[in-house]
């Protein structure tokens, strides 16, 4: 049989539906069972149990053992070709798995020894040659072998496989250098050297095995691999739930054949849009889940956390949003009651099976947040807050999950990692733009036909203009149209990042000099960078002082004094609902964006699988030093880069504190001197330029995917009343 048709047989192959009560006898017995049903990579997890400490070796012998007899019997079943390629394939695909988990950080998770890894792989490594050389001696090539190597190598290249723009991930180059290095002759050994080069070479995996950071995923698929780095944490959004079905298609059909064996999600599809959205989002979330919750379990819950942002058309609403979690969190728990038979297979019947390892992303676009926040947090529901942008914002957020952290600790509840997103690349996008309208803006009115000096500039950037007397309308790189009526209004469109990605573009610059309000090109240039160099540390600024306020070694232990005295909390509750609390920077623009605010303890930088492309080059850098940046979040930066930025309202709104806010500082014992009082009120948030572009946006590629989910779902209707 071809290679080709050997990869259609193992991409096609369905697995059955998990039996409950699961019925394995031991650990071998389970791990062959589950493989062969068609979820080798749940059996590879289900071994990840210090449990097994000492123990590992002998029970992958045990495994391999009757792999064998199903690899080798196969040999003699002619007329059931494609279940021996099936047959094959899944015993194959279990061992990879079980020695990649041991290439990566999950086996320092779980403790196991250099003897438990070293002797396990070379029993792997011997199975799989063996198997290889089996299949050549049959038939003159392994193709079943080839197929499933090729199918990992897929799975790696699909991470923005389906990007309008072709950028490339860390996960796909991460596929495309071990493709490069397969041996023919010992695909399956060169595959496994090569990958375990790439993930214990990969600067993710050296800064999590150090203890550096915590690192998350901004990005829904490709998951695995990153864990292997390290990775302990995904976020997902509307933006990023409509990508994942981009690239990766059959999500759709995994989507159709829920409903199809649900039907009652047909009844009534108008009527019920968002609830299909959350249906289709849930089903790409599941899987996300499952990758992290081997982490989940081995880190006792501080950590394998899964962002699912609540629907952005009622995120002002405390009661929809709460009905919405609680409906999307007990259709996990139900989810999990049963697979965790099978994960957690062996594991002491103490540990709590089926919880969500799931935290629900609140945004901080109005004051309703802080009480969707304490509510979640109060029954042990964790949030990540989003739409954050602002010191004032996170902090009072970060209030708002201490209190119901408090709350919960009391009634005996175990609390998870919880999140206070900072979207610092958002930030400096936002003043970005008010600072170049700025600029544009004096330049214009230098000239004695402002509007024709403004046509002319537009269409050196590429903005779609018409006639003056006309609206203008075009994209705004925040993921949604802009439509422009006024001479201000103009200059707000060609503002945006989708004309003006940067500060120092040479027609912005031409402009200044023309105008000008400089005498050279060079001191119009220098100029621009340095407003360009101060904007981009704007959003580390904000996560590093929110970080500083409370959990820097100075603060953090006069909040935890705080706690025992304010909500009666033991010192050990009170370490507890502090701890769990984790700083997230996000939306990063360039690799600085990650290294400047890496922190041991309190933080989780998740990243874009681009950005984790660019971190890694930035990290092979001729004068790079990784040490340079161990905690670089507590690093001074130079004090005019902020009298610079000070010079911008919404930079002040953004990094200054209010006066309640201070006040509550000061009870604690923290330092309120330099902190300022001008920041963004509760009343602002909505209003607030980061804020009003990010919600546009989100909420436009809500409704966009709503409306595919829901065209989906009718065309399943209309098919099953044909049948």
Known sequence: MKALDVYEVLSSAKPEELKHPCESLDYAD??????????????????????????????????????????????????????????????????????????????????????????????????????????????????????????????????????????????????????????????????????????????????????????????????????????????????????AYRDDPSLWGKFEGYLKKNPGYLKNIDGRQDELAMLATMLALWPNMEVFRPVFYLKGFSDGMISYQLNPNVADDVNRSIEDALKIYRATQDYFMKYDEYLLWGWSRDVERGRPNIVFKVAGSSPAAIEITSMLESLGIGTNNTITFTVSQEASLILAKIRGRAKAVKMGIKTTKVYETNMGGRLEGHLREVKAAQLITDALRRFGDPEAKLIEFCRKLGVPVADRAEAWVGATGWGYNYTAKTFEEKIVLVSFNQYLKTLTNEHLVALLVEAKMFNSREEALNYLTNWEKAIGLAGTLVAQRVWWIFFSSENKVKWINYLTSEYGLTREEAEDVLNGIDVLPASKRKPMDTFLTLARWNMTNTEFPDHQLNVLNESKSLNFNLSNYDNAIMMKHDPKTIETLNQLGDFVKAYELTSDLLELLRKVGVEVKELGSRGLSCDEWAVFGSTVKTMTGFTEAYNSFRSRVVETAKRVAKMLSVQ
Not at 170 to 193: H, P, T
């Open 30 to 243: 389970h791990v062959v069972k589950t493989t062969m049903i068609g979820y080798p990579q749940l059996a590879a997890d289900s071994l990840l149990n210090p449990d097994l400490i000492g123990r590992l070796a002998d029970i992958v012998g045990s495994i391999v053992r009757q792999l064998n007899l199903i690899f080798m019997e196969a040999k003699w079943i002619i007329e059931k070709r494609e279940d021996v390629i099936v047959q094959r394939g899944r015993a194959y695909d279990v061992l990879i798995e079980i020695a990649i988990n041991l290439f990566g950080l999950e086996r320092e998770w779980v403790g196991f020894t250099d003897r438990d890894v070293e002797e396990t792989l070379e029993i792997i490594r011997n199975a799989l040659s063996t198997w290889e050389s089996v299949e050549r001696e049959e038939c003159g090539s392994a193709e079943v072998a080839r197929a499933v190597v090729r199918l990992k190598i897929d799975d790696m290249k699909k991470v923005m496989r389906g990007d309008p723009k072709g950028v490339k991930s860390m996960v796909a180059i991460m596929g495309e250098n071990v493709e490069k290095k397969l041996d023919e002759r010992k695909i399956m050994l060169s595959f496994l050297d090569a990958l375990k080069e790439e993930i214990q070479g990969n600067i993710y995996y050296v800064m999590s095995k150090r203890g550096m950071c915590r690192f998350g995923n901004d990005y829904a698929l490709g998951l695995r691999w990153l864990r292997r780095l390290g990775y302990v944490q995904v976020s997902t959004n509307p933006v990023l739930a409509a990508i």
